[in-house]
């Protein structure tokens, strides 16, 4: 029965867009590394409309022919050869990347401007990287071969890590190198998995192991070995002890690379293995303890966001509570098959959480970098007044953590409402309680920074430095995508089954 | 003991014995080293992996042995830019630890770093 839906190992039309989405970014750094200087932040500013053009090309190609965009690299068909594929799940995040790595260079251009006068190693670097984790970024959601995606997320984790210390500060460096190891910790672990899978089933390739993956101990040391190393790159509680600093340490448009991109690759590739890799093999206790796990970075972070006294380090410890969100689509939807309402919405809530949070956390990053730039620290208790003196900022960040909290109209809070209907659904309410909860909490640290900067100062604030408006209007618009998803959950969740029937219908079997 | 079990035993000594050193090991160099050596254990499954096609009648099964030598060059440039950030750590403080981030504690370190 399934043989039938199988995707032909063949490229289909406009599969050819797959590979530009990787090889144009991966072009710009080369130019940048061999040019060098001030060219850098030139060439990324070239490159971007390019691969905004290509992101939106793929999705218009996976929307109108309803099916996967495919390219077999050399026309060696899988298992020998490597394949990249577009699923709506890829496209999704894709064109996240694609709308927000220009944003955050736009926004960059402020900080890490290259006049020619003065050459910057950091600003150089900066450009370079930026670059470079969007091509690592496209390869991970396009990749079709779990070797390939090893050689991605590595190539994710060498881009990543320099942008935590940019500035070259002894903490961002400890914090760097921390990021680092636990990072090829996880990826070694990951690494370990694929070959168990290859030496038992012959081929790396999504679709084909899918159909031949049978629920046995190999499948099962492999799965739980490439899910520990990429919980370790996501820093799903309790291997979050690395994202905090990094995250907070790293200038304010790393971070919103870092916090609303990254961490969404490692995990994207979990989803693929879960449901797309092996949907037979993973059962109800597993997806419980995974779950388990993301309720308690949901509240633990949360309550950890609550009591800090900087600024960017409540902003990356939200992250660490908001990854947890992203992980409970695996216990919501792991026994579902796909046409079921209730793992639909959960999946699809799921997604919508992901992007949301992306747009949401990268503009409350820049709002946070901009008030940091003002105020010349970004101590809580010292931001009164700031809110008087940088409203948009102030209201970008409110945005971003409106969809954060889960107030309607915000994409935050649709993916949350779709959440509470599968968990209620599902029969699992707990889940929900957490849902709720870590809304409240969420809500809780933004109204403490909300609160803070519309007090009225005991003294005249005087802004260290002024904050060109188009920065901040940046930030808003960024923040506003993040509530405007709210609008539009229906179509795109169309869009996201494309390409997952086979897949279910392989696990079915 | 066929020699693929030797082999298989060899390069689970070698995992374990990275892993403990990765986790164990407060210094950074020698994390970098002991992850090496947990690398090392790693590829070896892959030429375990590779004997595979031996008993289909091939010398060996080229893949793995492609896939390892991907492998072999991303750990070498994991190494690289580990030792590079740990030579800049050096630069920058004089000294060669990960306690200032707040490694040894909880959150509470984190917020005063």
């Not at chain 1, 050459?119 to 070797?147: E, I, K, P, Y």
């Not at chain 1, 390939?148 to 500035?167: C, G, M, Q, R």
């Amino acid at each position: 029965m399934p043989s039938a839906a199988i995707v032909p190992a063949m490229t289909t039309a406009g599969g050819y867009l797959l590979v530009f989405a990787v090889i144009l970014p991966v072009a710009g750094v080369l130019l940048s590394v061999l040019l060098g200087g001030r060219y850098a932040e030139r060439i990324a500013i070239v490159v971007m409309p390019f691969g905004l053009a290509i992101a939106v090309a793929i999705t218009a190609g996976v929307w109108h022919s309803g099916n996967v965009l495919q390219y077999v690299v050399g026309a060696w068909e899988p298992p020998l050869g490597v394949a990249f594929r577009a699923d709506g799940l890829s496209v999704a995040m894709v064109m996240t990347a694609a709308l927000l790595v220009p944003a955050i260079g736009w926004f960059a251009r402020g900080q890490f401007a290259t006049p020619p006068a003065t050459q910057s190693r950091a600003a150089t670097t900066f450009w370079t990287l930026l670059l470079a984790v969007w091509a690592a970024l496209n390869a991970v959601f396009l990749g079709a071969d779990l070797f390939n995606l090893y050689v991605a997320i590595e190539f994710l984790t060498f881009a990543a890590v320099p942008l935590v210390s940019l500035d070259g500060r002894p903490d961002t460096l400890t914090a760097a190198l921390r990021y680092l190891l636990f990072s090829l910790l996880g990826s070694v672990f990951y690494l370990l998995g694929t070959v168990l899978l290859y030496g038992a089933y012959g081929t790396l390739d999504i679709l084909l192991l899918a159909s031949r993956v049978r629920m046995d101990p190999t499948a099962w040391i492999a799965l739980s070995l490439m899910t520990g190393g990429l919980l370790a790159k996501s820093a799903l509680y309790p291997l979050h002890l690395w994202l905090p600093p990094a995250h907070a340490g790293a200038p304010a448009p790393a971070s919103a690379v870092l916090s609303g991109l990254v961490v969404k690759a490692p995990f994207f590739l979990v989803l693929r293995l879960w449901f797309d890799v092996m949907p037979g093999v993973s059962d109800r206790t597993a997806a419980q303890l995974l779950g388990v796990l993301a309720a308690t970075a949901v509240l633990f972070g949360s309550v950890l966001a609550l009591r800090q006294a900087r600024l960017k380090l409540l902003v990356a410890y939200s992250t660490v509570a908001q990854i947890g969100y992203l992980f409970l689509i695996v216990p919501l939807s792991a026994n579902s098959q796909i046409g079921h309402p209730w793992g639909n919405s959960a999946w699809t809530g799921g997604m919508l959480q992901a992007v949301s949070h992306a747009f949401a956390k990268a503009a409350m990053f820049m709002a946070a970098g901009l008030v940091a730039e003002a105020l010349g620290h970004d101590r809580i208790a010292g931001l009164a007044g700031i809110g008087r003196a940088l409203p948009i900022t102030m209201f970008a960040f409110a945005l971003g953590g409106m969809s954060l909290m889960g107030l309607p109209p915000s994409g935050g809070f649709v993916a949350k409402a779709m959440l509470l209907t599968a968990a209620v659904g599902e029969g699992q309410w707990w889940w929900a309680v957490v849902v709720l909860v870590g809304g409240l909490l969420a809500g809780g640290y933004v109204f403490l920074v909300l609160a803070r900067s519309l007090a009225a100062p005991e003294e005249p604030l005087t802004l260290r430095a002024p904050v060109p408006r188009s920065r901040q209007l940046l930030a808003l618009a960024v923040a506003l995508i993040a509530v405007l998803l709210g609008f539009a959950p229906l179509r795109p969740s169309q869009l996201l089954l494309i390409g997952r029937p086979e897949a279910a219908a392989l696990g079915v079997q | 003991m066929s020699a693929a079990t030797v082999f298989g035993l060899c390069a689970a000594a070698l995992v374990g014995l990275g892993l403990f050193g990765v986790l164990v090991d407060p210094h950074p160099l020698r994390k970098i080293v002991a992850f090496n050596l947990l690398g090392g254990g790693v590829f070896l499954i892959f030429g375990i992996t590779a004997r595979r096609g031996a008993a289909a009648g091939f010398a060996s099964d080229p893949v793995p042995q492609a896939l390892v030598i991907t492998g072999i060059v991303v750990a070498f440039a994991a190494t690289a830019l580990a030792a590079a950030l740990v030579l800049r750590l050096v630069d920058e403080t004089g000294r060669v630890t990960l306690r200032s981030a707040g490694s040894g504690g909880g959150p509470s370190n984190d917020a005063h770093s």
